[in-house]
């Protein structure tokens, strides 16, 4: 049964980094071997990311869940790249091209990240402190790197933007500011 065993069979399971390290040790000594890693690492973010999409569409997920999904992936395969590629550079960047891949399918990406922004900066970084919030933020600002459609962004943060000041439900000036 090949179909549950090779690097694509390990990236399902986020307990094998070491597993997986283990294998890219092996590839790297046929550098050319190392690329059919790293399709295998883009071909699971890509169906990881088109799943996140799905369940966007069908309405499974609203927005925000969306976004914290999107996260939760970039944080897995950032361990996956650092540990089991030991930080490569192509591997990074395979990521990268990965991940902009599926969130530039639509505009659908840029609004539902300008919604997570607005709901954080209205209730989800109450009680927070300086550093939570600055590494909440910096987290989006990763993702928001990934966008094409960063003017739809811009547009939606706008838009929630004056809501909330107008509305004076912001968390934070200081917040807000960063």
Excluded: W
Excluded at 5 to 33: C, H, I, N, Q, W
Excluded at 66 to 85: I, N, Q
Excluded at 132 to 143: A, F, N, Y
């Amino acid at each position: 049964d090949m179909e549950n065993s090779g690097f694509a069979a390990l990236l399902r399971d986020e307990t094998k980094l070491e597993e997986m390290r283990s294998m890219y040790d092996l590839f790297v000594r046929v550098p050319a071997s190392v690329d059919n890693l790293r399709e295998a690492l883009a071909d699971r973010i890509k169906a990881d990311g088109k799943a996140l999409i799905t369940d966007q569409e069908k309405g499974n997920a609203d927005p925000p869940a969306f976004v914290r999904g999107v996260l939760s992936m970039r944080d897995r395969y950032d361990k996956v790249v650092t540990v089991a590629f030991r930080s490569e550079k192509k591997a990074k960047k395979r990521m990268r091209e990965s991940f902009e891949d599926f969130l530039n399918t639509d505009a659908r990406a840029a609004s539902c990240l300008a919604v997570y922004v607005d709901e954080l900066l209205r209730v989800g970084l109450r009680g927070a402190t300086e550093e939570q919030i600055s590494e909440e933020l910096h987290k989006v600002i990763i993702v928001f790197r990934y966008l094409s459609d960063k003017d739809v962004f811009e547009s939606f943060y706008k838009q929630h933007l004056a809501k909330r000041l107008l509305g004076g439900r912001s968390v934070s000036d200081d917040a807000e500011r960063a």
